[in-house]
């Protein structure tokens, strides 16, 4: 197998990884409320409730920083090694405009990053984490 291949390869496996970030952030916050709502006991999981806070918290620094993501920078520099396409921006705004032609400045995507961390750390009084 060449080096290209491997390079992308590589790229896609972060792609993939990113995926399951953008989705443990989104699903994770679902699943809390809908948790509360159904009593399923998971949900106060005190280590599962610090990681998904500490991943949202990582977004929204980011966002307001104006740093793009370690993994779609990543991503982009070994697409560049292999040869293939790069995008510009950040991993959220390529694939919203990508897949449903929504564009829109940077502090946009930072409010409703805020909004959305400002919601996990309501459903963190609404749905308290056990102490561990």
């Not at 790229?11 to 699943?31: E, K, N, R």
């Not at 006991?41 to 740093?67: D, E, P, T």
């Amino acid at each position: 197998m060449e080096s290209k291949t491997y390079y992308l390869l590589a790229a896609d496996t972060l792609l993939f990884i990113h995926v399951l970030f953008v989705a443990f952030v989104i699903l994770g916050l679902i699943l809390i409320l809908v948790g509360k709502v159904l009593s399923w006991q998971w949900v106060h999981n005190r280590r599962f409730r610090l990681l998904h806070m500490l991943a949202i918290a990582v977004v929204v620094v980011q966002s307001w920083f104006g740093i793009v993501c370690p993994l779609t920078t990543w991503e982009m520099a070994l697409r560049e090694k292999a040869g293939d396409t790069v995008y510009s921006g950040t991993f959220i705004s390529h694939w919203l405009d990508s897949i449903l032609y929504f564009t829109a400045p940077a502090w946009v995507f930072a409010v409703c990053y805020t909004i959305f961390g400002l919601l996990v750390v309501a459903s963190w009084v609404w749905v308290r984490p056990k102490p561990s």
